[in-house]
């Protein structure tokens, strides 16, 4: 499985922005899809998964009810609306896919990295 990620750049803070992740290759309705993120000089952390229906979603504590993950099955792409952005959501984001539930996804590939600078 191939992710592509992107929809990063360069916003203010309070603005918004839609990230997007693409997968190619031996993809599956059934896998887990996740979001990530690694800010300068910090360990990657967990932001956001969504199961295969997309019924069930999981969010980190410190970012529930400014982000939302969302997928299209049909396009094989999963989605990341992060609204009333902050500075210290300056990060790489990264999207992966895996097994499990949402709440505890097993990645199994990654993405390459999106950026999102947030300015004050």
């Known amino acids: 499985v191939q992710l592509q990620a992107s929809g990063g750049g360069l916003v203010q803070a309070g603005g918004s922005l839609r990230l997007s992740c693409a997968a190619s290759?031996?993809?599956?309705?059934?896998?887990?899809m996740g979001w990530f993120r690694q800010a300068p000089g910090l360990e990657r952390e967990f932001v956001a998964a969504?199961?295969?229906?997309?019924?069930?979603?999981h969010y980190a504590d410190s970012v529930k009810g400014r982000l939302t993950i969302s997928r299209d099955n049909a396009k094989n792409t999963v989605y990341l609306q992060i609204s009333t952005l902050k500075p210290e959501d300056t990060a790489a984001y990264y999207c992966?896919?895996?097994?499990?539930?949402?709440?505890?996804?097993?990645?199994?590939?990654w993405g390459q990295g999106t950026l999102v600078t947030v300015s004050s």
């Open positions: 290759g031996r993809t599956s309705p059934g896998y887990t």
């Open positions: 969504i199961d295969g229906s997309g019924r069930r979603k």
């Open positions: 992966a896919a895996g097994r499990g539930a949402a709440q505890a996804m097993s990645v199994h590939w």
